[in-house]
């Protein structure tokens, strides 16, 4: 199987960046998780409560998000 996407350039040239920009996107969404992550997992004993429940709502929030789009790091 095939696909093929077809644009009229330039002035289809924003369609043709959100079409062919998905792995940048996937490397930013992946990066952000990976932070937040880390904020977490890492977290120093001197960080208050609430700025740790703030990076796992961060984090639960973009997952949410992910979800809802039906995008996975998979």
Known sequence: M???LEFNLPEDDHEFEM????SK??????????YLRAKIKYAPDD???DTLQAFEQ??????????????SFD
């Open 2 to 4: 095939k696909a093929v």
């Open 19 to 22: 079409a062919t920009s998905g």
């Open 25 to 34: 996107f996937h490397s930013v969404l992946w990066d952000m998780d990976q």
């Open 47 to 49: 960080m208050s409560d």
């Open 58 to 71: 961060c984090r639960s929030q973009l997952h949410e998000f992910m979800g809802n789009y039906n995008v």
